[in-house]
């Protein structure tokens, strides 16, 4: 079974920085079916990345995703005050545990 | 557009059943896999198990094999989650996801792409 280690668990940054999750797999997994979600309170987890790098539609372009084999990265570049919210990676049915991005 | 709307909230006492709809717009019904997501209070995502809503085939996660149950009606492009046996542990949102699958230039990809807005089933005496 692959589990799915995000960290941290919480990343605290004021809007304009940059902020760099990390998602990391026991093994090595296939980057077609990595993908990361945010989700705001009382919201559904919205899509933003699939196949590890590409931004789902409508998605601004200041999402990034990279990675491969055991180790992937989700880069927001520069943070707007609607990013502060929990991100999850997701390796085909599994989900990393989130990181909570928090407003410092 | 894609829509995916739930059932209403559900209060249930521990050992009753509880079935949450999911009723899809917007795209051909049965050309999309529909999975079925829980999120326990405060907590993470944790993936339940999948339909195929051509065939009804299902595929469910180890944790609730036995106690889950997905059905379709393509007459109404509704998918159907059925948890029985419940316990206090299955408080949680409960969520339907569309099973997306792009392929470009031989690569397939899969993710959930459009998700339902969650439907909180509360288990209490």
């Known amino acids: 079974e692959i589990v799915m280690t995000q960290s941290p668990a919480t990343l605290s940054l004021s809007p304009g920085e940059r902020a760099t999750l990390s998602c990391r797999a026991s093994?090595?997994?296939?980057?077609?079916?990595l993908s990361w979600y945010q989700q705001k309170p009382g919201q559904a987890p919205r899509l933003l990345i699939y196949?590890?790098?590409t931004r789902a539609t409508g998605i601004p372009a200041r999402f990034s995703g990279s990675g491969s084999g055991t180790d992937f990265t989700l880069t927001i570049s520069s943070l707007q005050p609607e990013d502060f919210a929990v991100y999850y990676c997701?390796?085909?049915?599994?989900f990393g545990q989130g990181t909570k991005l928090e407003i410092k | 557009q894609v829509q995916l709307v739930q059932s209403g909230a559900e209060v249930k006492k521990p050992g009753a059943s509880v079935k949450v709809s999911c009723k899809a717009s917007?795209?051909?019904?049965?050309?999309?896999?529909m999975h079925w997501v829980r999120q326990a209070p405060g907590q993470g995502l944790e993936w339940m198990g999948i339909?195929?809503?051509?065939?009804?085939?299902?595929s469910y996660a180890q944790k609730f094999q036995g106690r889950v149950t997905m059905t379709r009606d393509t007459s109404t492009s509704t998918v159907y989650m059925e948890l029985s046996s419940l316990r206090s542990e299955d408080t949680a949102v409960y969520y339907c996801?569309?099973?997306?699958?792009?392929?470009?230039?031989?690569?397939?990809?899969?993710?959930?792409?459009?998700w339902g807005q969650g439907t909180l089933v509360t288990v209490s005496s």
């Open positions: 996801a569309r099973g997306a699958r792009y392929c470009t230039n031989g690569v397939c990809y899969r993710a959930f792409d459009y």
């Open positions: 339909i195929n809503p051509s065939g009804g085939s299902t």
């Open positions: 997701q390796q085909d049915y599994t």
């Open positions: 196949g590890a790098s």
């Open positions: 917007g795209y051909t019904f049965t050309s999309y896999y």
């Open positions: 093994q090595s997994v296939s980057s077609s079916y």
